[in-house]
């Protein structure tokens, strides 16, 4: 099955659409994802197409006629047909010079390299096809720097929904992925870390499960309604992960990626040490009785703990 994906392209001299059409066609091909572009000329065109079509996301370059002074860009994140699009900012201005509506934004100054902005575009419509929205750097640079392989979240992601599964927690509900400073304490009072490295990307993931949904597993797994967590009942945090980390490894392991043994941290309002620079997000689930959560954090390169 494809999945229809629009885009918008605010380009008056159709350089954009020229650069980027033809190479997501082509890219995407197999994915699953079938990309649609739409161009306008200038802001009052792109305020006119917003009306009448949902796009996914929005690449806009700032020197085009009625843009920066018109409202368009000014009503992105409210019209209803682009306030959920992803934003991509191509401009000759500074990022801090934009308008504060494009400063969340993946931003390419200019002359901007067709393969960086090709590729920011392919990443952003393939987290999206998998439920995955990942923590938007302001820079291509840095999205280089800090690029997760979306492949890896979502094979943590299906080896923990299958886990739970077969320890009979089927109502698992994943909700809107964002971004979350790596320095904050973990959501959970019972988590699992394991640290993760690659050509392109070093960090950790972590489950975090909280008293309700850790304690609605472990009881299937004991056999014994759990109604408080205690020493007896924690230990099984381990082999909880140890399995769904275990399901996730042989995929992984297949894209270059390595992983160490998960380590296990009881209590609320752990804090896992990281370098200053590091860029983290969090993908919260929800479950018939409590919610956990799936927390990546990028180190910077060359960086560790």
């Known amino acids: 099955m494809n999945y229809r994906k629009n885009i918008l392209i605010v380009d008056n001299n159709c350089e954009l659409e020229q650069l980027v059409k033809e190479p997501l066609l082509k890219q995407l091909k197999d994915s699953g994802v079938s990309p649609v572009v739409v161009r306008a000329k200038d802001g009052a065109e792109a305020a006119?197409?917003?009306?009448?079509q949902r796009f996914d996301m929005v690449l806009i370059d700032t020197e085009v006629p009625r843009l920066m002074d018109g409202g368009f860009v000014y009503g992105l994140h409210t019209y209803k047909n682009t306030q959920d699009a992803e934003l991509i900012v191509v401009s000759?201005?500074?990022?801090?010079?934009?308008?504060?509506s494009l400063k969340k934004c993946k931003f390419f100054k200019k002359p901007v390299s067709p393969a960086e902005l090709i590729s920011a575009m392919i990443s952003i419509l393939n987290a999206e096809h998998h439920g995955v929205v990942k923590d938007a750097p302001a820079t291509?640079?840095?999205?280089?720097?800090?690029?997760?392989?979306?492949?890896?979240i979502n094979a943590v992601i299906q080896a923990t929904t299958k886990v739970l599964g077969q320890f009979g927690?089927?109502?698992?509900?994943?909700?809107?992925?964002g971004p979350r400073s790596p320095h904050?304490?973990?959501?959970?009072?019972?988590?699992?870390?394991?640290?993760?490295?690659?050509?392109?990307f070093q960090g950790f993931l972590c489950v975090s499960f909280d008293k309700g949904s850790?304690?609605?597993?472990?009881s299937t797994m004991l056999m014994e309604e759990q109604t408080e967590l205690n020493a007896d009942n924690q230990d099984a945090v381990g082999e909880i992960n140890n399995i769904i980390f275990?399901?996730?490894?042989?995929?992984?392991?297949?894209?270059?990626?390595?992983m160490t043994v998960p380590r296990v941290l009881l209590g609320a309002n752990q804090v896992v040490p990281c370098a200053q620079g590091s860029a983290g997000m969090m993908i919260p689930f929800n479950t018939s009785k409590g919610k956990f959560y799936i927390?990546?954090?990028?180190?910077?390169?060359?960086?560790?703990?």
Do not use: C, H, W
């Open 48 to 52: 006119i197409k917003s009306e009448n």
């Open 92 to 100: 000759q201005r500074e990022a801090t010079d934009l308008p504060d």
């Open 214 to 218: 850790y304690l609605e597993v472990v």
């Open 295 to 305: 927390v990546v954090v990028a180190l910077p390169v060359g960086k560790s703990e």
């Open 246 to 258: 275990g399901n996730a490894k042989a995929e992984i392991s297949n894209f270059g990626v390595k």
């Open 140 to 152: 291509a640079a840095a999205a280089t720097k800090y690029a997760v392989d979306v492949r890896v």
């Open 184 to 200: 904050e304490p973990l959501l959970g009072e019972v988590s699992s870390v394991v640290d993760i490295q690659s050509q392109t």
């Open 169 to 177: 927690v089927t109502s698992v509900k994943m909700d809107k992925a």
